[in-house]
């Protein structure tokens, strides 16, 4: 008996996926300014996995790239970073997950204190927990009038003790204890206030302000500006002789260089610096 005939029809054809943007974007103008964009909009830019990968291999890069002069960190959407991502921590909970975890965002932090370049926070929306950190890790902060801030772990059980470094070495001990303890937001203005933050603007004006600390920054020799940022972080950590010891030898260092001997002739001389062409921007 013959087998009944069967119509197979072609499948259809695969829907070739959009193509998703970087979860991190990063520009670069003709000064040497970079600017990485955290582009995690519809996930308050949280700080998953990936981005934390990417941000790592940002700062790592910019670390070798001796053109670049001053980095801004700003994100898409309304929230700056709302810390880390909590789906993808609840999926995996492992004692060995969480300590590869926060070990990896801290390597990270302290990935944007080792820069040699200024890293300037753009606080467009609300900065919980790891975000807060992060703009307290920034190495100065300017923020629109609406946006907020707070440590908010302990809501969920969760002492934000990562933060908690980063914070305590910003504002006042009791202020820092303060909201890890309570989870409380705080205004743009009182952030100011107790020191997390540089600068409060009106939304419409973040961007021009950003602006002005940017262009403060690259018209001074970068050879100094970045010895002087490895110094700064250096000497918090170390006593008073001691830092008064690291200081004359790091200014002694920072005297020899090519940009400060004319500076300080240029003084002298009572005319503008010619500065060498190696510290400006291109």
Not at 5 to 12: G, R
Not at 169 to 182: G, Q, S
Request: net charge neutral; aromatic share 6%; glycine share 6%.
């Amino acid at each position: 008996m013959k087998a009944p005939s069967v119509s197979i029809e072609p499948a259809p054809a695969a829907k070739p996926q959009e193509r998703e943007e970087p979860i991190v974007l990063r520009t670069q103008d003709l000064r040497g300014v970079v600017t990485l964009t955290l582009n995690r909009p519809h996930a308050f830019n949280a700080l998953s996995e990936a981005m934390l990968a990417a941000l790592q291999h940002e700062f790592d890069a910019i670390a070798e790239d001796k053109p670049v002069r001053a980095v801004v960190v700003a994100a898409e959407g309304k929230a700056f970073c709302a810390g880390h991502d909590l789906k993808e921590m609840r999926a995996k909970p492992s004692l060995e997950y969480y300590e590869r975890l926060f070990s990896q965002c801290s390597e990270m932090m302290l990935g944007i204190q080792r820069l040699p370049v200024p890293v300037i926070a753009r606080v467009q929306g609300v900065a919980t927990a790891a975000g807060s950190q992060l703009v307290a890790m920034c190495d100065l902060a300017v923020a629109a009038s609406n946006a907020k801030f707070a440590v908010s772990g302990v809501n969920l059980g969760l002492f934000c003790s990562a933060p908690g470094v980063a914070l305590s070495r910003n504002i006042l001990r009791k202020a820092a204890f303060e909201m890890l303890v309570t989870g409380e937001f705080i205004s743009a203005e009182e952030a100011k206030v107790r020191g997390l933050i540089n600068r409060v603007v009106e939304p419409e004006q973040l961007d021009a302000e950003v602006e002005k600390l940017v262009a403060a920054i690259i018209a001074k020799p970068r050879g100094a500006v970045a010895m002087g940022k490895e110094f700064f972080y250096r000497q918090i950590e170390l006593g008073i002789a001691s830092a008064y010891e690291a200081a004359a030898q790091t200014m002694a260092c920072n005297m020899m260089d090519e940009a400060a001997l004319e500076g300080v002739q240029a003084f002298i001389d009572k005319r503008p610096a010619n500065w060498p062409k190696h510290t400006k921007s291109p």
